[in-house]
């Protein structure tokens, strides 16, 4: 139909990055390749990490919406701060994995509830 000629991909809505990444394949993989940006939400330090990662791959052509974290968080639950360079755009992490690491205090502070599943 071609109705559509942007895709707004959001990770946490399209249950997670493996299935974001099959939408970005796809929309690249057209004809007419469907140019796509990334959409936030308000993820902590984990969530814009994958974020991120996800907008730096090369079908990301739009600016997306991911912003800085502590513009939610006076306190994340990761090591790393994610904040805005002065031409407004955010640096990807370059570690291992997203590139992020936890701050175990402040999980364990902002921590709820907790459960253990075990296997009989």
């Not at 974001?20 to 990334?38: F, N």
């Not at 291992?96 to 936890?102: F, M, N, Q, R, V």
């Amino acid at each position: 139909m071609e109705a559509c000629r942007i895709i707004n991909i959001k990770p946490a809505r399209v249950a997670g990055l493996s299935q974001g990444i099959m939408i970005h394949d796809y929309c690249r993989a057209q004809a007419t390749p469907v140019p796509v940006w990334c959409g936030g939400m308000l993820e902590t330090g984990v969530g814009r990490a994958s974020n991120l990662a996800i907008a730096s791959l090369p079908g990301f052509i739009l600016p997306g919406d991911i912003s800085a974290s502590d513009r939610y968080y006076q306190r994340d639950i990761t090591n790393e701060r994610f904040t805005l360079n002065t031409d407004s755009t955010i640096d990807v992490p370059n570690g291992h994995g997203l590139g992020i690491t936890i701050d175990e205090d402040a999980l364990r502070q902002f921590t709820l509830s907790e459960i253990t599943l075990k296997a009989e």
